[in-house]
């Protein structure tokens, strides 16, 4: 495990599929560790929080290449000057996510998008107008009130009024409606 960048920790095994975003899920890590930080040193105590505003900037779209550099110089710092093992141990998942799937870091950074369509701000829900039946559910759930559309014609979504609930495409019996 630790040849791959990982450690035994509890004993636990987590299994994740391309549904997970794993720059989500390094921030996952990271918000415990934020948590549990006893605040004796900064390296833990400051470098994780600043980890952890790096990886949100690229969940938010706003990441750059440079970041994911400053992300990596910042990982090693943390783990050779963090005085006891959960600091040290702290940047492993953000290390191992960007070596085993940097192409996902990328599609962030470079392509503005969420591979596994779980960070909401790189998220677009459309309608396809030629799957659309015009039944008008997707627009009665809609809690944001960001589909028009008239009976029988195909529906569109307002992406300034949309807040990225899913709610349109769980309810559309017709696969009209896709994320990306
Ligand atoms: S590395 Fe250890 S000592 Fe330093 S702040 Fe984190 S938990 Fe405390
Ligand atoms: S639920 Fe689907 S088929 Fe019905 S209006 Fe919305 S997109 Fe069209
Ligand atoms: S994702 Fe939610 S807010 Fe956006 S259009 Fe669909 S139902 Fe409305």
Redesign the pocket.
């Known amino acids: 495990l630790g040849a791959i960048g990982s450690m035994m920790g509890s004993g636990g095994l987590i299994v994740m599929d391309e549904d997970n975003c794993m720059v989500d899920i390094a921030k996952f890590f990271l918000e415990f560790i934020i948590d549990e930080s006893c605040g004796k040193c900064s390296p833990c105590r400051i470098g994780t929080k600043r980890l952890y505003d790096l990886l949100c900037k690229i969940t938010d779209g706003k990441g750059t290449l440079e970041d994911l550099s400053t992300i990596e110089e910042l990982c090693e710092h943390i783990k050779s000057s963090a005085l006891c093992g959960l600091g040290q141990t702290a940047p492993n998942p953000v290390l191992s996510t960007l070596k085993h799937f940097r192409e996902e870091y990328l599609a962030h950074v470079v392509e503005k998008r969420c591979p596994a369509g779980v960070c909401k701000n790189l998220l677009h829900?459309v309608i396809d107008p030629g799957k659309c039946k015009g039944c008008t559910l997707?627009a009665k759930?809609?809690?944001?009130d960001?589909?028009m559309g008239a009976v029988k014609a195909p529906h569109v979504?307002d992406p300034n009024k949309?807040?990225?609930?899913?709610?349109?495409?769980d309810n559309c019996r017709f696969g009209a409606i896709s994320k990306h």
């Open positions: 829900f997707c759930n809609c809690p944001a960001a589909i979504i949309c807040i990225k609930c899913g709610a349109c495409m």
